[in-house]
């Protein structure tokens, strides 16, 4: 069992910055892909971020302006965003998993972005 919690949601001004933080605990040792998803409201959950292996990979929506990045010795990993545009505001999910395939998923944490 893997339990996550995401931190660092906000409302943030268009142009701007947050880093959302997802703390893990429980059985990791054998996640070997890990990363952050978004579900604007009337819209379908969709990848935003992962790591897969140790390989990073975007949506393109984010690329060049969202960084992924985990502390191993931790547990935790980051979600860094820049330049954030009013179509970036949903909630936020960590999730990890096996394969490509998440498994477990944290509570969620809302992004709003202003424009």
């Known amino acids: 069992q893997v339990r996550l919690v995401e931190s660092g949601g906000g409302t943030v001004q268009a142009g701007g910055s947050l880093r959302l933080s997802c703390g893990a605990s429980?059985?990791?040792?054998?996640?070997?892909?890990m990363g952050w998803y978004r579900q604007a409201p009337g819209k379908q959950r969709e990848s935003v971020a992962v790591?897969?292996?140790?390989?990073?990979g975007y949506a393109d929506s984010v690329k060049g302006r969202f960084t992924i990045s985990r502390d191993t010795a931790n547990n935790i990993l980051y979600l860094q965003m820049n330049s954030v545009k009013p179509e970036d505001t949903a909630v936020y999910y960590c999730?990890?998993?096996?394969?490509?395939?998440?498994?477990?998923w944290g509570q969620g944490t809302q992004v709003t972005v202003s424009s």
């Open positions: 429980g059985s990791m040792f054998s996640m070997n892909y």
């Open positions: 790591i897969t292996g140790s390989k990073p």
């Open positions: 999730t990890v998993g096996r394969f490509g395939v998440p498994l477990y």
